[in-house]
C-alpha cells in the first residue's frame, strides 16, 4: 500500500504561482509513477501532469508551458509548481501513485484562482 499527503494548495490571484507538494510514504519501491489530477466543481477528474520512475515527463496539453512537475527521490516527495495560473485552474488537485496494483490517491488539495 501507498499513502500520499498532498500540500501547497490555497487561494491565488490570476497570473500568480503555487508549487504543490506530495509525499509518498509505504510500499514506496512499488511505485512506476507519481502524477497530478484535478477535479473541478461538476467537471470529472483530469490528467495534469506525470512523472515516470525513469525520469519520463507528460503534461496536459492546458497546462504545458505553465506547470512543472518534478521530485525529490530522497524525500519520496514530487512536486507541481504552477505558473500563470488562471481561473480554470481552480479545482482540487490529487496527488497520484501508479504501482502494481494500480492508483493510489492522496486526499486532494484545493487550489482557487481568482480573476
Known amino acids: 500500500q501507498v499513502q500520499l499527503v498532498e500540500s501547497g494548495g490555497g487561494l491565488v490571484q490570476a497570473g500568480g504561482s503555487l508549487r504543490l507538494s506530495c509525499t509518498a510514504s509505504?510500499?514506496?519501491?512499488?511505485?512506476?509513477?507519481m502524477g497530478w489530477y484535478r477535479q473541478a466543481p461538476g467537471k470529472q477528474r483530469e490528467f495534469v501532469a506525470s512523472?515516470?520512475?525513469?525520469?519520463?515527463?507528460i503534461y496536459a496539453d492546458s497546462v504545458k508551458g505553465r506547470f512543472t512537475i518534478s521530485s525529490d527521490n530522497a524525500k519520496n516527495t514530487v512536486y507541481l509548481q504552477m505558473n500563470s495560473l488562471v481561473p480554470e485552474d481552480t479545482a482540487v488537485y490529487y496527488c497520484?501513485?501508479?504501482?502494481?496494483?494500480?492508483?493510489?490517491w492522496g486526499p486532494g488539495t484545493q487550489v482557487t484562482v481568482s480573476s
Open positions: 512523472s515516470t520512475r525513469g525520469g519520463n515527463k
Open positions: 497520484n501513485a501508479l504501482d502494481g496494483s494500480g492508483h493510489n
Open positions: 509505504g510500499s514506496i519501491f512499488s511505485i512506476n509513477a
